[in-house]
């Protein structure tokens, strides 16, 4: 006999033994229960079968085989978790939470079919019996609809509610998933109603977000090449627009635009030029000028005020028939509503384009290669770049692949030609421009029942429907859209700007976010600008535009109604904080000591010299790339007004006077970014110090002497507390009002930086100040422009560096 079953033999079988059945623990508190009615103890029964229980467990198998026994037990484990899973959720949740919030919606509660299919049978019989809110809520949408229920149709009603605003196309969607703000005579979306900071980040690093801009309007100005430049270069600043780059239409300009002969004063806004490709009408071009709301009838009214003093001054255009002929000769329009927007925003940008539209077969060989190279970083394509493209209505291919399906062909990423990265006239060609075009697909040819209904035909679920010659083809414009500030490429964010025609930005909205796409609203907007360090329209442009200042009234009475709210124990007491104004900067206290003759404006008036009216203006490209050369100079106001000077000639304007030298030197103001070198975040209005040679010394040698240490360095085992560091001790000083240069317009903590930042405005005599002491300092640290900043609601400086945006 082999040694195994020897062994087996000799070893005493379990069956052999008379064994007692293992009593449940619920028998033996049924079983106390009995003795003690018997006067029995019950110490003595509980331990007399725990005793039994002890000796059965040691006749059990010294060895178990773990996976051989999850497997015969399989069921029964799945049954146990399952029984958990429901009885931790049974009585607590419904199972319309159960669902993600995302998909949840508020009448889930009592109407079955706002849950999925799978979840309806449940849903029901969660309901009560008695609950007739859906019959009475489903008859009074019947009565709504026919206009019985208000004597009006559900037409008439909507148009009603917009007397006083505009709704986007999406409005109605936006409504149900966003905080909705009134902003610029549109009811715009403010933020989603779900947390959305950090996936709103994410999503422009790593995926796509999209954000309706529709609300931009558009002016058309269309005439001889020459009278359009004459009339542009007199209100234009800050970047160019004309030249081979831009007018043969395949690169998007961006410039300022500024009132008649004011530049650099009289800022309206920035703008967005568009030139049409060249199609040879008899010398005639046409342009788009993209244009924020806030400015769009400012903006109107300087071109009109452009066209009536060229028409009066011009010696060739002399006499009143002259002037009628020069309105003739360029035409403007007013495209509000004629053209609608999105901006996507992120690395798959490209990809979300690609999985919602299909090109039409017969569009040119070089956009189909152009249309493939789109699954490709937006990063890579040439800033600006605008292409024309016809596609098939994206309903036929509804729902589109998401962007994480793996079916989706990944090689359409490889830019595989030059041609797609060289902007050129033939790329950019589209019928969009065509306003007959434009009105004649404002009403798809094709209701959404009746592409149902050519599904239902197909037979198979699931199956796209094919174009047929009835389909509509839609133009579009695609512009490549990049923010970036000089000072930190590394942040940047690259996307595209998707044109258009009204009446099917519902249906491209509703194909880009089944591809898995993010929604975003102003305040989503808002944060990628912070991010990428530039300046974001017209939140950052307070106190130098008409626009800026309206905006920063509006949101200082909002905050000083929320602060005024709240009761004194819980709102920051301003005066013992030392903070002057809390909502709204005063730029004439900040610039009022910083005047090349060292004399202020409360010791001018003293010696009984006129009051000088302060106008605030922004220093710009081109005039903010040379701001080097102003801070070697000898005397920076004169390098100041030279360099402006020689901008205005380029532009036919008169040279400003040189008197006006100190004037403009002590009024300009300047974007710059604020990166914390340390702890700390800024808020919103917190106030920016200038900080002297000496005491910037002592700034650094704390601040590497925090680097070097660390937090364990100021751990003193003795005392068991941590010591106040230097850097604290320097932030604890109390700061001279008169230090003051600036404010942080918005600040927060930055995700792609890791630290705290933000955008603040401050005097550009200050800057230059504090470059020349960087200068001045030690070799590794002279690219550090340092400052203090404090929140408008702390006592604690910290230090940070600036960097022109």
Not at 402 to 415: F, H, K, Q
């Amino acid at each position: 006999m082999p040694k195994q079953s020897t062994l087996a033999a000799q070893r005493p079988s379990l069956k052999d033994k008379s064994r007692k059945v293992i009593v449940k623990t619920t028998d033996l508190l049924k079983q106390n229960e009995r003795d003690k009615g018997k006067g029995k103890g019950k110490d003595k029964a509980v331990w007399g079968e725990l005793n039994e229980l002890i000796q059965g467990a040691k006749d059990l198998p010294g060895a178990l085989q773990v996976e051989r026994f999850a497997e015969v037990r399989a069921l029964e484990i799945l049954a146990f978790n399952n029984a958990i899973k429901s009885a931790a959720s049974h009585g607590n949740s419904r199972i319309f939470q159960s669902l993600p919030r995302h998909l949840r919606r508020r009448a889930a509660s009592h109407n079955p079919r706002r849950v999925p299919n799978r979840m309806r049978n449940k849903a029901a019989a969660e309901i009560d019996p008695g609950d007739k809110t859906v019959k009475i809520h489903r008859k009074k949408a019947k009565l709504r609809a026919r206009g019985n229920l208000r004597g009006e149709s559900r037409t008439e009603h909507l148009l009603k509610r917009q007397r006083d605003k505009s709704w986007l196309s999406t409005h109605i969607w936006h409504a149900k998933r966003f905080h909705m703000t009134n902003l610029w005579s549109y009811r715009l979306p403010l933020t989603p109603t779900l947390k959305s900071f950090r996936p709103a980040y994410r999503a422009s690093r790593r995926k796509a977000i999209v954000h309706d801009t529709s609300y931009f309007g558009i002016i058309e100005l269309q005439g001889s090449r020459a009278k359009l430049l004459e009339v542009l270069s007199r209100i234009t600043g800050g970047g160019r627009f004309a030249g081979t780059k831009y007018e043969s239409g395949g690169r998007m300009a961006k410039t300022m635009l500024y009132s008649c002969d004011m530049y650099p004063r009289g800022l309206v806004g920035p703008v967005e030029i568009l030139w049409q490709p060249d199609e040879g009408m008899n010398g005639e071009r046409t342009l788009w000028i993209r244009i924020h709301p806030s400015i769009f009838q400012e903006s109107w009214d300087t071109l009109k005020s452009v066209f009536k003093l060229l028409s009066l001054v011009s010696p060739d255009d002399a006499g009143p028939s002259n002037e009628v002929a020069l309105e003739s000769t360029i035409r403007m329009r007013d495209l509000r509503g004629e053209v609608d927007a999105f901006e996507i925003m992120g690395p798959l940008a490209g990809s979300v384009l690609r999985r919602v539209f299909r090109v039409c077969k017969n569009e040119e060989q070089s956009k189909h290669q152009f249309f493939e190279s789109l699954g490709a970083d937006p990063a890579q394509i040439a800033e600006g770049l605008v292409v024309g493209l016809k596609v098939y209505d994206p309903r036929l291919h509804f729902p589109p692949n998401t962007l994480s399906d793996p079916a989706v062909d990944a090689s359409g990423g490889i830019l595989r030609s030059s041609l797609q990265l060289t902007p050129t006239a033939e790329l950019a060609r589209s019928s969009l421009w065509s306003s007959d075009m434009r009105d004649a697909l404002t009403t798809p040819t094709y209701k959404k029942s009746d592409l149902d209904h050519r599904r239902h035909e197909l037979g198979l679920p699931g199956t796209k429907l094919r174009p047929t010659a009835h389909d509509d083809r839609i133009p579009l414009l695609i512009i490549q859209r990049t923010l970036r500030s000089p000072s930190a490429e590394v942040e940047s964010m690259h996307g595209f700007t998707l044109l258009v025609p009204r009446g099917w930005s519902m249906y491209v909205l509703q194909s880009i976010v089944y591809t898995g796409t993010l929604v975003g609203g102003l305040v989503e907007r808002r944060t990628q600008h912070r991010e990428a360090g530039c300046s974001c329209f017209p939140e950052q442009f307070s106190a130098v535009c008409k626009a800026g200042e309206a905006y920063e009234e509006t949101k200082a009475v909002m905050d000083e109604s929320r602060w005024a709210r709240k009761p004194p124990a819980k709102r920051p007491e301003w005066r013992s904080f030392g903070t002057r104004n809390p909502f709204v900067p005063d730029w004439r206290d900040v610039t009022k000591d910083h005047s090349d003759d060292g004399t202020s404006e409360e010791e001018r008036l003293l010696n009984g010299a006129p009051a000088s009216s302060f106008h605030p203006w922004l220093v710009v490209s081109p005039i903010a790339d040379r701001l080097s050369l102003v801070a070697k100079s000898v005397h920076p106001p004169n390098q100041l007004l030279v360099t402006i000077n020689a901008i205005r000639v380029q532009r036919s304007m008169t040279p400003l006077h040189a008197t006006s030298a100190s004037e403009m030197y002590r009024s300009a103001l300047l974007h710059v970014q604020v990166e914390m070198l340390g702890r700390g975040s800024p808020g919103d209005m917190a106030i920016i110090y200038a900080i002297s040679a000496e005491e910037r010394g002592k700034w650094i040698h704390a601040h590497k002497l925090e680097l070097e240490l660390g937090r364990a360095g100021y751990l003193d085992p003795d005392k068991g507390d941590f010591p106040v560091s230097e850097i604290q001790k320097l932030g604890e000083r109390s700061s001279n009002e008169e230090d003051t240069i600036g404010h942080v317009i918005t600040g927060n903590f930055s995700l792609s930086r890791g630290r705290g930042h933000g955008l603040a405005t401050i005097t550009m005599s200050a800057f230059v100040d504090l470059v020349r002491i960087a200068n001045d300092g030690e070799e590794g640290d002279k690219h550090l422009v340092l400052v203090k900043v404090r929140d408008r609601d702390g006592h604690l400086c910290r230090l940070a560096s600036l960097s022109i945006v």
